[in-house]
């Protein structure tokens, strides 16, 4: 008979924390860490104790961090990070759709979580995260416009050309429109398909000008997630070659010039052709005499740095507002 109340005694021990968590209310948590409404967040969890920072919800396994992430304001950023400091909230934790923090914010978020990104995730870690960033639910061929969201579906889906427009008054493309709208992993899915950056609608307009105009608070966040989405290494030995310049060998710099010949036309080169020669000063790149300045000799040696270089000249990028 002890034997078995000592048994029942320790399974209500180990289980205690979950039956504990099944009373504490987390659709109210949730809509309160939705809501930015910092000071209500941090006066449930001092009622519930034992509250979890990453417990999920069944529909979509979002977490109170996650929900967080889920609408812009200052209070949010503030939940988030107290979720993280203070509660032991996972950063890296996925919802059913593979969406994390970093993911959320970028749809979501201003420019001045950037700072906040920056100090939460490391620099491999955000650039592991910016390529294989998910599109919001939110936004899952569900805009309030099916009209553009189906002409986005049939260029992804090969139905149509990559850089067709739609047959209306702007004839736009469809990276005109993940330009619009901030849909970064739509941006990036045309891009590996051959979007043209430059492509301009019926009123000579570049994607670029929608970036500017319609996502002007978060255009540095989106723009940083973009370069950073298409910043992988490439062989060590070639980048040794090109940045010391040793070009004697005839072969070695017929290949070289090849290689990089390819590099400029791929996205990667023209998400960081506006920027490069700004990146190339920080990367101290450029001849004393600065007679290197130009974009083309810029291009080719931003696009062959190593990864995380790159990312750290791309923060400083992000930070400055380019």
């Given at each position: 008979?002890?034997?078995?109340?000592?048994?029942?005694?320790?399974?209500?021990?180990?289980?205690?924390?979950?039956?504990?968590?099944?009373?504490?209310?987390?659709?109210?948590?949730?809509?309160?860490?939705?809501?930015?409404?910092?000071?209500?967040?941090?006066?449930?969890?001092?009622?519930?104790?034992?509250?979890?920072?990453?417990?999920?919800?069944?529909?979509?396994?979002?977490?109170?961090?996650?929900?967080?992430?889920?609408?812009?304001?200052?209070?949010?950023?503030?939940?988030?990070?107290?979720?993280?400091?203070?509660?032991?909230?996972?950063?890296?934790?996925?919802?059913?759709?593979?969406?994390?923090?970093?993911?959320?914010?970028?749809?979501?978020?201003?420019?001045?979580?950037?700072?906040?990104?920056?100090?939460?995730?490391?620099?491999?870690?955000?650039?592991?995260?910016?390529?294989?960033?998910?599109?919001?639910?939110k936004w899952r061929y569900e805009d309030s416009d099916s009209s553009v969201n189906s002409f986005v579906v049939e260029v992804l889906e090969g139905k149509r050309d990559i850089n067709s427009k739609q047959d209306n008054v702007f004839s736009n493309t469809a990276f005109h429109y993940a330009y619009m709208h901030g849909h970064v992993p739509f941006a990036i899915q045309l891009l590996e398909r051959g979007a043209n950056l430059y492509?301009?609608?019926?009123?000579?307009?570049?994607?670029?000008?929608?970036?500017?105009?319609?996502?002007?608070?978060?255009?540095?966040?989106?723009?940083?997630?973009?370069?950073?989405?298409?910043?992988?290494?490439?062989p060590a030995a070639l980048v040794g070659e090109v940045l010391t310049e040793n070009v004697d060998n005839d072969t070695v710099h017929l290949i070289k010039q090849f290689y990089i010949e390819s590099l400029v036309k791929s996205p990667k080169a023209l998400l960081w052709k506006p920027v490069c020669i700004d990146a190339c000063k920080k990367a101290n790149l450029l001849k004393n005499d600065n007679k290197q300045a130009n974009e083309n000799y810029c291009l080719a040696k931003i696009i062959l740095l190593p990864q995380p270089q790159l990312t750290h000249i791309n923060k400083q990028l992000a930070l400055e507002g380019k």
């Amino acid at each position: 008979m002890l034997k078995k109340n000592l048994v029942a005694l320790l399974f209500f021990v180990i289980h205690s924390s979950d039956i504990i968590s099944m009373k504490i209310d987390y659709d109210r948590f949730f809509k309160l860490c939705k809501e930015g409404d910092f000071w209500a967040v941090t006066k449930f969890i001092d009622k519930n104790r034992t509250t979890n920072a990453n417990y999920k919800e069944q529909l979509h396994g979002e977490t109170p961090l996650l929900r967080a992430a889920s609408n812009n304001g200052i209070g949010n950023t503030n939940i988030a990070n107290y979720l993280l400091e203070k509660c032991n909230a996972d950063k890296m934790i996925q919802n059913n759709y593979g969406q994390t923090l970093f993911s959320k914010a970028v749809a979501y978020w201003d420019d001045y979580a950037l700072e906040f990104l920056f100090e939460t995730y490391s620099d491999d870690e955000i650039n592991v995260l910016c390529r294989s960033i998910k599109l919001d639910n939110k936004w899952r061929y569900e805009d309030s416009d099916s009209s553009v969201n189906s002409f986005v579906v049939e260029v992804l889906e090969g139905k149509r050309d990559i850089n067709s427009k739609q047959d209306n008054v702007f004839s736009n493309t469809a990276f005109h429109y993940a330009y619009m709208h901030g849909h970064v992993p739509f941006a990036i899915q045309l891009l590996e398909r051959g979007a043209n950056l430059y492509e301009k609608d019926k009123f000579q307009k570049t994607p670029d000008f929608y970036l500017r105009t319609k996502n002007q608070s978060n255009a540095n966040l989106i723009l940083f997630t973009l370069r950073e989405a298409f910043n992988t290494c490439v062989p060590a030995a070639l980048v040794g070659e090109v940045l010391t310049e040793n070009v004697d060998n005839d072969t070695v710099h017929l290949i070289k010039q090849f290689y990089i010949e390819s590099l400029v036309k791929s996205p990667k080169a023209l998400l960081w052709k506006p920027v490069c020669i700004d990146a190339c000063k920080k990367a101290n790149l450029l001849k004393n005499d600065n007679k290197q300045a130009n974009e083309n000799y810029c291009l080719a040696k931003i696009i062959l740095l190593p990864q995380p270089q790159l990312t750290h000249i791309n923060k400083q990028l992000a930070l400055e507002g380019k």
